[in-house]
């Protein structure tokens, strides 16, 4: 796009240049013209862009909220697992309970 716009600027100096020394309006026009021609190609180029940028900002919101999701899906499995490991350790203590008064 940095090419573009350097050829732009051309485009835009020869035209002046042309006006300045004199050149005739068909040759003025023509510069002018093809100078027209580079602008709006830059125009539809950042056009395009802007419309990536959005998508690309829509992605990363989207991939912003799965990041939250699965952080939330870890935590709550991280919950149970700490909940069953408290059971298991509770369950065991009954079982070693119930051994030791069994063998009295």
């Known amino acids: ?38 602008y709006e190609q830059l125009c539809h180029q950042k056009s395009e862009l802007e419309r990536q940028l959005v998508q690309i900002d829509e992605e990363v919101e989207r991939m912003d909220i799965a990041k939250s999701n ?20 509770s369950l065991e203590e009954s079982m070693r309970t119930f051994i030791l008064s069994s063998d009295v």
């Open 70 to 89: 699965l952080s939330e899906n870890i935590e709550r499995l991280l919950g149970k697992d700490l909940a069953l490991t408290l059971r298991r350790d």
């Open 1 to 38: 796009m940095e090419d573009e716009v350097e050829d732009l600027y051309m485009k835009i100096y020869r035209c002046v240049h042309a006006a300045d020394i004199g050149s005739s309006s068909s040759v003025i026009q023509e510069e002018y013209r093809d100078s027209n021609e580079v």
